[in-house]
């Protein structure tokens, strides 16, 4: 049985793991050179572009595409592909039963997508270890560009780390159990892709937050740490913690209760240097009006990552366990 | 008479549609078992139900013994050959042996060594190459390598060609003449079952319209032939299973176990197509005959 899954898997298994190990090669020939030019002092982050920086965005991208790849070409065909050719009854007839044959290959291949996430993470995180530690360790607001966000922050924490195994794990199972239910190949990569990407959207921007609870703190708002302002006139300050993770921000006034910002301060010029920019925040700290932000501390990523990977695995099993339940009793 | 396959008041059905309806029938274990019926009758359902791809929404079916695929230990027992020979395409011949060795203890790989090269396949071809005729017989193989005790084939044939469809038919004849092995093989075709099976059952909407021993069945059915007779002026042990009649004279296929000689009408015997043709397409409540 696990030579079959095996050699069932054998093309896309070799494409996946051919496509991790040409990146993890170009990522050990380009990264002790980044790791040392991060030592050697200077605008580190500033002067990092090009190759470099062309590394660091495929190397998220590529995590974040990794699930959905497993989830729709390893998952969905898995049943799917099966039912549509017939060959179920070849291979429900032998002397195994279904259930064993859906418990080895949920199994070997599970396994097999995890170990291929947890490479891929792992160059990446290894790699991009200097630019994270750069972009952490930056205390001032953080210039407009790519290398800016902490590696906490919802663009670049599921591809960091640990979580992109809970998350292959999860994204084959899921394409698996809709192969199963669907019954049909493509209809079920649609469906899968689709339900993760939800999951993914779900539990970064309403789940995430909320597992450990945030800190608080009220900032002044200056003409340095003003981000933008948005069009309802809302404002957005960078957090003067190196590499938290703001999850949500609004400005109160002098008795401390939640306002919009004054109306006049769409009026005022740039934020920059500037006599007439800086009277407008001067008026703005006399008449109390500052900025209270809810955040996650720096050091709280592996805490955040070791939760989420044990909520990805366990979504997982139960999955698998709603799949194999259904490939016995409604496919029959 | 034991029985490989017992259904008892089996019925299977798919979303509102039933596929299969209260269905009894008993099928004699150590022959080899036509199962004959129009589209439609059931005949992929019950197969399927036998070799427990399917489980029955209503009643109860007994393979060998046991709830068909239960576990390891009965699934070892039923060889299966399911409609249109399915086989993964882009596996190789031998590959798709070494599946067979791999996932069937009771494999026997001398066999299904020797068939391969008689039949002149080639180990290293992707079954996605071979002719339809070619993976049935790969298909065939997979089943009896695997050793059983019952071998179901389900229209094997359907698809191929009549030289293959001979083929196959001699090769299945061939390879299960000299074992302890009760086959079932449906068809919709007569001819197909005619020239390998020993034993009929002819399945109509899931009701069984006869059943028996193929000779037995041929040597109590009868073509009178006379010139108009008279329904009510026959012997009460005489059973009409279909009329024919003309301007000039009457057919009647009849079932008799011993039939008096009479001047008025010519006994002819009767084909087996021409049997199954008359139970199909009879109106009557289904008879069984057993020995």
Known sequence: MIWLTWRQLRTQAAVVFGGI????????????RLAHRSHTGGDFLGETHGVDTALYVTGVVALLAMPFVIGMFWGAPLVARELEAGTHRLAWTQTRTRTRWLVTKLTVIGVAAMVAAGLLSLAVTWWSAPIDRAIAATGKPVAPGLLV????????????????????????????????????????????????????????????????????????ITATNLMRIDMGGDLTVAIDRPGAWGTAQHTVNAAGQAVHPPSWLADCPPPGPGQASQACFDRLTRLGYRQQVTYQPADRFWAFQRDETVIYLVLAVLLAGLGTWWLRHRLS | MTAVVRAQGLGKRFRRRWALSDCTLDIPAGRTVGLVGPNGAGKTTLLSLAAGLLTPTSGTIEVCGGRPAEGPAQLAKVGFVAQDT??????????????????????????????????????????????GGQRAQLALTLAIAKRPALLILDEPVASLDPLARREFLQDLSDATADRELSVVHSSHLVSDVERICDYLVVLVASRVRVAGDVNELLARHHLLTATRIDPAALPTDLHVISARHTDSETTLLVRADTLADDPAWTVR???????????????????????
């Open chain 1, 21 to 32: 190990t040409v990146f993890a090669v170009l990522l050990a020939a380009t990264g002790p």
């Open chain 1, 149 to 220: 966000f902490p590696r906490l922050s919802p663009e670049i924490f599921d591809a960091r780390g640990i979580a992109p195994v809970g998350y292959a794990a999860l994204a084959f199972v899921l394409g698996v159990t809709v192969g199963t239910i669907v019954r049909r190949t493509l209809p079920a990569m649609a469906v899968a892709l689709t339900v993760f990407a939800v999951t993914q959207v779900v539990m970064s921007v309403a789940v995430r937050p909320h597992l450990m609870t945030p800190e608080h703190r009220t900032m002044p």
């Open chain 2, 86 to 131: 399915p086989t993964y395409a882009r596996l190789t011949v031998a590959e798709h042996l070494k599946l067979g060795a791999r996932l069937n203890p009771g494999w026997d790989p001398r066999l299904a060594r020797d068939r391969i090269q008689r039949l002149g396949l080639r180990p290293d071809q992707r079954t996605g190459d071979l002719s």
């Open chain 2, 269 to 291: 015997p009767v084909g087996l197509e021409d049997l199954v043709l008359a139970y199909m397409s009879q109106s009557v409540p289904a008879l069984e005959v057993h020995r």
